[in-house]
C-alpha cells in the first residue's frame, strides 16, 4: 500500500505560480505511475499530469506549457510546478498513484486562483 501526502496549495493572483509536493511512503518500489488529477466544484475529477516509472510524462491540454511535472526519486516525491495561473485552474488537487493495479489518493490541497 502506498500513502500520499500532498502540500504546497493556496491562493495566487492570475498569472501567478504555485508549486505542489507528493510525498510517497509504503510500497513505492511497487508505483508504475504517479500524478496529479483536480476537481473543480460541481465537476468530475480530471487528470492533469503523470509521470511513469520510466520518466515519461503527460499532461491535459489545458495545462500543457504551464504545469511542468518532476520527481525526485530520493525524496520519493512528485512535483507540480504550475505557471501562468488562471482562475480556471482553481480547484481541489489530488496527487495519484497506482501501484500493483491498485489506485492511491492524497487527502487533497486546495488551490484557488483570483485576484
Known amino acids: 500500500q502506498v500513502q500520499l501526502v500532498e502540500s504546497g496549495g493556496g491562493l495566487v493572483q492570475p498569472r501567478g505560480s504555485l508549486r505542489l509536493s507528493c510525498a510517497a511512503s509504503g510500497s513505492i518500489f511497487s508505483i508504475s505511475v504517479m500524478g496529479w488529477y483536480r476537481q473543480a466544484p460541481g465537476k468530475s475529477r480530471d487528470l492533469v499530469a503523470r509521470?511513469?516509472?520510466?520518466?515519461?510524462?503527460m499532461y491535459a491540454d489545458s495545462v500543457k506549457g504551464r504545469f511542468t511535472l518532476s520527481r525526485d526519486n530520493a525524496k520519493n516525491t512528485v512535483y507540480l510546478q504550475m505557471n501562468s495561473l488562471k482562475p480556471e485552474d482553481t480547484a481541489v488537487y489530488y496527487c495519484?498513484?497506482?501501484?500493483?493495479?491498485?489506485?492511491?489518493w492524497g487527502q487533497g490541497t486546495q488551490v484557488t486562483v483570483s485576484s
Open positions: 509521470i511513469f516509472r520510466d520518466g515519461t510524462t
Open positions: 495519484h498513484a497506482l501501484s500493483n493495479s491498485r489506485s492511491s
